[in-house]
């Protein structure tokens, strides 16, 4: 169910989030083993436009499943509770 959740809110969250909370992000997901540190370094490495990174690290989280779908979302809430909150109703 999360993993729907956040396909549905895919777009509000490559347009709203910032490189900051993206890099918190990916800390965090790392340290909940959500992400490994290859992922993280393929994303950083790799994706150099903010929302490109933001759909990297959304995409490859949503393709973990619900699990890891809920972890980034209380991540997000976390580290950025109005990007969180501007994603509702979907979440």
């Keep these: 169910m999360a993993a729907q959740q956040l396909n549905g809110v895919r777009t509000r969250f490559i347009e709203k989030v910032s490189k900051t909370v993206l890099d918190q992000l990916m800390d965090d997901l790392l340290e909940d083993k959500v992400l490994n540190d290859g992922e993280i370094e393929g994303i950083k490495e ?18 973990k499943g619900n699990t890891a779908s809920e972890k980034f979302l209380i991540r997000l809430q976390e580290r950025d509770n109005n990007v969180y909150s501007e994603l509702d109703p979907q979440v």
């Design 46 to 63: 790799e994706f150099k436009m903010r929302a490109d990174k933001a759909r990297q690290l959304i995409d490859s989280v949503r393709r």
